[in-house]
């Protein structure tokens, strides 16, 4: 389970806080939605998180651990991260997947990682790519395997800033399947954040409205309304009903 207990967060010491008093709770196989318009604070919060940034002040624990306290290695076992623009090396599908691999192995990766990484292209339609130049493919092919490469670490938790922001409707349904498998089969929690508010419904368990660094509401579906879209976006939106499912009409968050 992760836990954020009053985490703020500075750039500088005489700058504004981006983050103020943030508390947040994800629980083991959920997946968490975190909805809030852009320079609002949430790659920031992914990155003090991630142990990228240090918090001001807070705490951040995960299954009663103090994050800050582990080393990369121990963390990057515990939580992976697929950034909103991700930066590959020359390499093939299948080297550039197995290097999620690195905390498991040391100067040689071995048959159960083969084995591991295999399995895990072969979930995420890649299998074909696997002696590919990631370079070469596009935008759309790269985050899958970024995704992938995020797997290999075998986490606890995932951490998505955007996963779908560049993948046509197949593969952005292809990551909303698979997040959902995870999350079920593995009791692996997701905490991401997306544009797309009928995304976030057909994805989340919980949901987070982040307004000028702080939680501004966290619940479940029930919490994305029309009035709490309007105060947080600044957008009009309908909802409706289909099939007994919400589906938000009008407005994309930005």
Known sequence: MLEVQQLSFRYARNAPLVLKNVNLQLNDGEIGVLLAKNGSG????FKNILGIHKPLSGRILFDGEDLQK??????ARRIAYVPQNVQFGALSVFDTVMMGRISYFGLKEGKEDERAVGQILEDMGLETYAARNVEELSGGEQQKVAIARALA?????????????????????????????????????????????????DLGDRFFFLKDG?????????????????????????????????????????
Do not use: C, Y
Request: proline share 2%; aromatic share 4%; hydrophobic share 40%.
């Open 214 to 254: 702080e939680i501004w509401r966290s619940g479940g579906a029930e919490i994305v309304t029309a009035e709490a879209i309007r105060e947080v976006f600044d957008a009009d939106v309908r909802i409706a009903e289909i099939d007994n499912n919400k589906i938000i009409i009008g407005g994309e968050s930005s």
């Open 153 to 201: 670490q075998n986490p606890r938790m995932l951490v998505f800033d955007e996963p779908t922001g560049n993948l046509d409707i197949a593969n952005e349904q292809l990551i909303i399947r698979e997040s959902k498998r995870l999350a079920k089969e593995q009791n692996l929690s997701i905490l991401t954040s997306l544009h797309d508010f009928n995304q976030a419904l």
């Open 42 to 45: 949430k790659t920031t919060l």
């Open 70 to 75: 582990l080393s990369r290695k121990e963390r």
